[in-house]
């Protein structure tokens, strides 16, 4: 396969081998913790209590705020129609959610209605197909209708 290596098969060839050499992790010392000074010494205040007591410490200097940057003026114009905006898409939502609920309303009303039809058809439907006594119909007393309506009691 390798013609030019079959030749020298009984010569040795060295060999050099190569050793990772393993990296040593640095060992952070801590910083020595040394006493600072402040920069200037600050001046020693008594105050004398209402009672006659004496409290004597350092006047500590509060931390001012940065100062604030001044923020160019927004004209009344984009805030108006900033806000008109803002009311339009209020008005469109709010009409949007009042004809949903128109709809949802006249649904509703219609389920009752369909309801009640049906009932009042089913009740109908039981009179008329009940297995009561009249077969064939209703029959009605003429007679004594008309001598009740005539008041005839005779």
Same mark, same amino acid.
């Given at each position: 396969?390798? *013609?030019?290596?079959?030749h020298? &098969? ?7 081998v190569?050793? $990772?050499t393993p990296?040593? #992790?640095t060992?952070?010392a801590?910083a020595p ?6 920069g200037?010494v600050?001046a020693?205040a008594?105050?004398v209590? *209402?009672?006659g007591?004496?409290? &004597?410490g350092?006047a500590?200097?509060h931390?001012?705020?940065? $100062?604030?940057?001044?923020? #160019?003026?927004?004209?009344r114009?984009a805030?108006?129609v900033?806000l008109g ?5 209020a008005?469109?939502g ?5 004809t949903s609920?128109?709809?949802?309303l ?8 369909t ?7 089913g009740?109908i439907a039981v ?9 064939g119909?209703?029959?009605v007393?003429i007679?004594?209708a008309?001598i009740?309506?005539n008041?005839?009691f005779g």
């Amino acid at each position: 396969m390798y *013609p030019e290596l079959a030749h020298n &098969t009984t010569e040795q060839r060295s060999v050099e081998v190569h050793h $990772p050499t393993p990296i040593q #992790p640095t060992v952070m010392a801590p910083a020595p913790m040394v006493a600072m000074q402040p920069g200037h010494v600050p001046a020693v205040a008594s105050i004398v209590l *209402p009672d006659g007591r004496v409290v &004597t410490g350092y006047a500590i200097d509060h931390a001012r705020p940065e $100062p604030v940057t001044v923020k #160019p003026p927004v004209s009344r114009t984009a805030v108006n129609v900033a806000l008109g905006g803002v009311g339009f898409l209020a008005v469109c939502g709010g009409l949007l959610l009042l004809t949903s609920f128109i709809a949802a309303l006249t649904a509703f009303i219609t389920q009752l209605i369909t309801l009640a039809a049906v009932i009042f058809g089913g009740w109908i439907a039981v009179q008329i197909f009940s297995a009561s006594g009249h077969k064939g119909g209703t029959t009605v007393n003429i007679r004594k209708a008309v001598i009740k309506r005539n008041k005839f009691f005779g």
